[in-house]
């Protein structure tokens, strides 16, 4: 499985981005996907779940309202839309699969396979 996550930039705090994530290599309707961020010095940390079919979504407290996990499983791709952006969001974000759910979706351990990380900047 390859994971391409790309989408990420530099802006201002109150702007919005938006995140996508390539998979290949598996039948990509088949599994949950997740986002996860990592700030300099800090570690990684769950931002947002969407289960296979798209009908079950859970984020973070710090994220909730102002980011919207989906996918489009004819397009192997999954979003992160990011509105309200603020400062403590910037980190790298990473896009990871889940091949089989052991009811932790907001660890790390929970994942399979993990993109490159797309890096994420918010000024004040």
């Known amino acids: 499985v390859q994971l391409q996550a790309s989408g990420g930039g530099l802006v201002q705090a109150g702007e919005s981005l938006r995140l996508s994530c390539t998979a290949s290599g598996r039948t990509f309707g088949s599994y949950s996907m997740g986002w996860f961020r990592q700030a300099p010095g800090q570690e990684r940390e769950f931002v947002a779940r969407?289960?296979?079919?798209?009908?079950?979504?859970n984020y973070a407290d710090s994220v909730k309202g102002r980011f919207t996990i989906t996918r489009d499983n004819a397009k192997n791709t999954v979003y992160l839309q990011m509105n309200s952006l603020k400062p403590e969001d910037t980190a790298v974000y990473y896009c990871?699969?889940?091949?089989?759910?052991?009811?932790?979706?907001?660890?790390?351990?929970?994942?399979?396979?993990w993109g490159q990380g797309t890096l994420v900047t918010v000024s004040s």
């Open positions: 969407i289960s296979r079919s798209g009908s079950l979504t």
């Open positions: 990871a699969l889940d091949t089989l759910y052991r009811g932790t979706y907001y660890s790390s351990r929970e994942y399979d396979y």
